[in-house]
């Protein structure tokens, strides 16, 4: 179901003061303290209507593109995909009672959110993304 994904050294690295200078109190608790935000909260909830890249807020790497994202209902952005295999990385998180499998930014290393297996059709997966961990840029 879900693919392993080697968890490689993140190629973007900042000290911790570098990170809070760099990013808003919300993208830092989100990317660097592997937060979670409120549902409901995020401007990228929903599908953009243009096309465009979510690029990590931490360092810009592609993560998204706008066709891969679809409403999933669950109050947090959703992608059926990253935009490309090595885009971002995932390992099994236990913070919760059962596991989950935690997506990171294969650049940096921020925390995006959590990978589940109820997507659409063709890859089954849903990409629950927090919306602070992303920027968007119009195509």
Same mark, same amino acid.
């Given at each position: 179901?879900?693919? /392993?994904?080697? /968890? ?35 401007? &990228?909830? +929903? ?22 994202? &679809?409403?999933? #209902? ?19 998180? &236990?913070?919760?009672?059962?596991? /989950? /499998? ?10 995006? #959110? +959590?990978? &589940? #297996? ?12 927090? #919306? ?8």
């Amino acid at each position: 179901m879900f693919k /392993r994904r080697a /968890r490689p050294e993140p190629q973007v690295v900042r000290t911790d003061a570098e990170w809070r200078a760099s990013l808003g109190p919300e993208a830092y608790r989100v990317l660097r303290r592997a937060g979670t935000e409120a549902p409901g909260t995020s401007d &990228f909830e +929903h599908p953009s209507e243009s096309d465009g890249v979510y690029r990590c807020a931490g360092c810009a790497a592609e993560l998204f593109r706008s066709e891969d994202q &679809f409403d999933s #209902g669950s109050g947090w952005p959703s992608f059926s995909d990253t935009a490309a295999p090595d885009a971002a990385v995932t390992r099994t998180d &236990f913070k919760l009672l059962f596991p /989950r /499998r935690e997506a990171t930014c294969a650049s940096c290393g921020g925390h995006l #959110g +959590h990978v &589940f #297996g109820d997507g659409p059709a063709p890859t089954g997966q849903r990409w629950c993304i927090n #919306g602070a961990a992303p920027t968007f840029d119009e195509d």
